[in-house]
């Protein structure tokens, strides 16, 4: 099986922002798509650190190659199994933008327009997820703690608003 080819790009239209699909495919294949922001599909936000990692890992983006820091590979794996073993769909991550993927970080201008509209690409996402890295042994009793405060939450949400 031969390398893909590097992902090329297409230049955005006005208004326009690039989201990934995420999909429930296996591996770190995903698709990238360029929608108007304002006819655009409910979508997470990822912020996170970029990091000065110089190690990369390859992913596949439309059946292209793209390089993304092991860090964000990790992230994007951990938002495919977001909410997928809850029954409420709704939290289920399908489109998700992220800027380091969703940007031409090579096109200088595009990058610009995009950094420009940031205030609008996140408050209309349905949430903003923060990566902060993947979880170590110490932490793991953390996520665990904010797991079971979320259900809690959602528990109580649930009976006193009826949603």
Same mark, same amino acid.
């Given at each position: #099986?031969?390398?893909? *080819? ?32 304002? &006819?655009?599909?409910? %979508? ?6 970029? =990091?000065?990692?110089? =190690?990369?890992?390859?992913? &596949? ?18 938002? +495919?199994?977001?909410?997928?073993? !809850? #029954? =409420?769909?709704?939290? +289920? $991550? !399908?489109? $998700?933008?992220?800027?380091?993927? @969703?940007?031409?970080? &090579?096109?200088?201008? !595009? +990058?610009? &327009? *995009? ?22 042994? !110490? @932490?793991?009793?953390?996520? *665990?703690?904010? /797991?079971?405060? %979320?259900?809690?939450?959602?528990? %109580? +949400?649930? /009976?006193? /608003?009826?949603?």
């Amino acid at each position: #099986m031969r390398d893909p *080819q590097p992902y090329a790009y297409s230049p955005l239209g006005a208004n326009s922002i690039r989201l990934l699909n995420l999909g429930i495919t296996d591996g770190t294949s995903i698709t990238l798509k360029a929608v108007n922001i304002n &006819e655009a599909p409910q %979508y997470f936000a990822l912020s996170y650190a970029w =990091d000065a990692q110089s =190690d990369t890992v390859p992913i &596949e983006v439309n059946g292209q190659g793209f390089s993304v820091s092991s860090d964000l590979a990790d992230a994007i794996l951990r938002l +495919r199994g977001f909410g997928l073993d !809850e #029954m =409420d769909l709704k939290n +289920r $991550v !399908e489109w $998700v933008w992220i800027d380091k993927i @969703c940007i031409n970080q &090579e096109d200088l201008m !595009e +990058r610009s &327009e *995009q950094v420009q509209i940031m205030n609008v690409i996140y408050s209309q996402a349905i949430k903003t997820l923060i990566w902060l890295g993947p979880d170590g042994d !110490e @932490c793991s009793d953390v996520w *665990q703690l904010i /797991e079971q405060i %979320y259900g809690i939450y959602t528990l %109580y +949400r649930t /009976e006193h /608003e009826g949603v």
